[in-house]
């Protein structure tokens, strides 16, 4: 059902009293090792329609979808400056050109992994595409993706929402899943705190069977030490991808160095718009818990791909909708 990887990543190394896995698919959980800065927690649910969602999104709506990126910009713009924006002034220093050398490349496509897919919704300001996953719950049902991809924090909640996973040059192989409730951290629902730019979405059965009986689904991990291995996985829409396959970046996390209050943390990763909500697993390839999500990045000269870091208040959100009918 998954597909093996040949990465190169490495899983640092977890003490069996400091990982609990419950099963291969389960939930894990871990000892925390950073505390989580946003106050009170707290969880905004809306029930959505999912009536008429799958048959909204012809092939042509989810070609012109628009990359949710565009909606991550809006919430790094609406908070506080980078220390990048700082006015520097000194003399003049001149320094010969080089010719450049090649770089490598910081990702590689995938073939469909089955429970990873693209996201298709519709706010106020148009139609939009980000990633997604099918994660383990109690009612077989939930997808993981960025909060950005939920609704614009603040705004209403998306509408004509949809999962597809495995999905492949606009093949939607399993079905598209239609969401029937939408759960965010209230802190990314009413002020798009950037900390918590997760989101979860409990969708309805495609042929009379579940998401997690139809594709499975992976096991989650919340408060886990920080600067863990990690392989991310999504659907790159902006240039120079076009959003019709799979892609994955490996590397180990580091903190913002930008906005730390964020409590982020980013791998090396040139991934563009529609990647967003991709999942983030721990170790190499897709069989591993997932730690993250694809959340917001700094642009070409700084080709690094950040993630939330999940800890309660994340887990709150994905525990009020893995329960949720």
Request: glycine share 12%; charged share 10%; net charge neutral.
């Amino acid at each position: 059902m998954k597909t093996s990887r040949s990465l190169a990543t490495s899983l640092l190394g977890l003490s069996a009293a400091a990982l609990l896995v419950m099963s291969a698919g389960g939930l894990a959980t871990a000892a925390p090792a950073a505390v989580d800065k946003g106050g009170s927690s707290g969880v905004t649910s809306k029930a959505v329609t999912a009536s008429g969602a799958a048959e909204y999104w012809t092939a042509e709506r989810m070609r012109n979808a628009i990359p949710g990126d565009v909606l991550a910009n809006k919430a790094l713009a609406r908070g506080n400056k980078s220390s990048a924006d700082t006015v520097e002034r000194g003399s003049s220093t001149k320094i010969s050109s080089q010719a450049a050398p090649s770089k490598p490349s910081l990702h590689t496509y995938e073939a469909p992994v089955s429970h990873i897919g693209k996201v298709f919704f519709t706010l106020p300001s148009g139609n939009y595409v980000c990633s997604g996953n099918s994660v383990a719950s109690a009612n077989e049902s939930t997808v993981s993706t960025a909060g950005h991809c939920l609704n614009e924090g603040p705004g209403a909640f998306a509408t004509n929402f949809v999962f597809v996973p495995a999905y492949l040059d606009g093949a939607a192989p399993y079905g598209k899943f239609a969401a029937t409730s939408l759960h965010a951290p209230t802190q990314w629902y009413s002020a798009g705190d950037m900390q918590y730019d997760t989101g979860f979405a409990v969708v309805a059965p495609v042929n009379g069977k579940t998401l997690t009986d139809t594709v499975g689904a992976s096991g989650v991990e919340f408060n886990a030490p920080r600067g863990l291995s990690y392989t991310s996985y999504g659907y790159p829409a902006a240039k120079p991808f076009d959003g019709t396959s799979l892609v994955s970046c490996t590397g180990t996390a580091s903190d913002d160095p930008f906005n730390p209050q964020f409590n982020s943390q980013g791998i090396s990763c040139d991934m563009t718009g529609g990647s967003s909500g991709g999942p983030w697993f721990i170790g190499s390839g897709s069989g591993g818990v997932q730690n993250s999500v694809n959340s917001y990045g700094y642009g070409k000269k700084y080709p690094i791909m950040y993630g939330p870091y999940w800890g309660s208040v994340i887990q709150q959100a994905y525990s009020d909708a893995s329960s949720a009918n």
